[in-house]
């Protein structure tokens, strides 16, 4: 029978790259401030465990999740495809992720009015 491996944590990279949990923590935030050296040697650790940063355990620490939400009521075309690429793209850039819902035009009216609190 197969073995699920254990999720990497942000400690089990820092024990292996030999630097604090709060420096691995910065070497993931975007304009944080770490040298060049700790963060080589951290995202060296990274690879090696396959560590990567959970996004909905960061925003519970922080109450916000940096989570986007792109509603889109279809994304059929080539011209929307690039502009869904283009805005996950720039998101992730900005330290945020992107969750896209694709739905049709009547749940897409839905989820405006909810947002805006109608």
Same mark, same amino acid.
């Given at each position: 029978?197969?073995?699920?491996? /254990?999720?990497?944590? $942000?400690?089990?990279? /820092?024990?292996? $790259?030999?630097?604090?949990?709060? /420096?691995?923590?910065?070497?993931?935030?975007?304009?944080?401030?770490?040298?060049? $050296?700790? +963060?080589? +040697?951290?995202? &060296?650790?990274? #690879? #090696?465990?396959? *560590?990567?940063? !959970?996004?909905? /355990?960061?925003? %519970?620490?922080?109450? &916000?999740?940096?989570?986007?939400?792109?509603?889109?009521? #279809?994304?059929?075309?080539? *011209?929307?495809?690039? %502009?869904? =690429?283009?805005?996950?793209? *720039? %998101?992730? #850039? @900005?330290?945020?992720?992107?969750?896209?819902? !694709?739905?049709?035009?009547? +749940?897409? @009216?839905?989820?405006? =009015?909810?947002? $805006?609190?109608?």
């Amino acid at each position: 029978m197969q073995q699920l491996k /254990a999720v990497v944590s $942000a400690q089990d990279v /820092a024990d292996r $790259a030999g630097v604090s949990r709060s /420096a691995v923590s910065r070497t993931f935030t975007p304009g944080a401030s770490v040298s060049d $050296a700790t +963060r080589q +040697r951290v995202m &060296r650790a990274a #690879e #090696e465990l396959g *560590y990567h940063v !959970n996004h909905l /355990a960061r925003g %519970l620490v922080r109450n &916000r999740s940096g989570i986007v939400c792109l509603i889109a009521s #279809e994304v059929d075309t080539p *011209y929307r495809a690039s %502009l869904v =690429r283009w805005m996950t793209q *720039y %998101l992730q #850039e @900005a330290g945020k992720v992107a969750m896209l819902i !694709n739905t049709g035009p009547i +749940r897409c @009216a839905r989820f405006r =009015r909810a947002a $805006a609190g109608d």
